[in-house]
């Protein structure tokens, strides 16, 4: 995020939404952006903060359940931050990837591959998986090629 600082509004609810945009997380379930969200709102509000930037707050983390485009630069540049993992050198996403898996290792592979070609296939299908200029120019080529070679690998087995 230090990288595009200049490009953010709100820079103290960046921090907050990222502190908090995964700090309810079990692989197991699905509502885990909401989770997160809510925990925010709650800590946020004894603590004072405006209420518009705690609806901001809680918006940005439910962002990066779907990584839809927002109206919102700032919630752009957060979900491209957040997937930005994407775009690294391969070793570094190959690692990722590995992680992943061992996050998911409740599931077979007769269960997660599926799944996991589903995540793999979504991003390859978007026209932009990354929203802003700045990290659609730095790491969109680079995570097209470790998306397509995770793909391959996993469908291999």
């Not at 998911?104 to 070609?117: A, H, K, V």
């Not at 990354?130 to 087995?157: C, H, W």
């Amino acid at each position: 995020m230090t990288e595009v600082r200049d490009q953010i509004n709100d820079w103290d609810t960046i921090l907050f939404t990222l502190f908090y945009h995964d700090i309810i997380y079990k692989a197991y379930r699905n509502d885990n952006e909401e989770k997160s969200a809510a925990l925010a709102v709650k800590r946020l509000k004894m603590l004072t903060y405006p209420v518009d930037k705690i609806n901001l707050c809680f918006s940005q983390i439910v962002a990066t359940k779907s990584h839809s485009v927002s109206s919102d630069n700032d919630t752009n540049l957060f979900t491209d931050a957040d997937l930005s993992i994407l775009g690294q050198e391969w070793n570094v996403y190959s690692a990722y990837s590995k992680n992943v898996r061992k996050e998911y290792s409740i599931y077979p592979d007769i269960l997660y591959t599926p799944g996991r070609e589903k995540v793999l296939t979504h991003f390859l299908g978007m026209a932009r998986i990354f929203k802003t200029d700045y990290f659609f120019t730095n790491l969109e080529e680079q995570a097209r090629l470790n998306l397509k070679k995770e793909l391959k690998e996993i469908s291999v087995k």
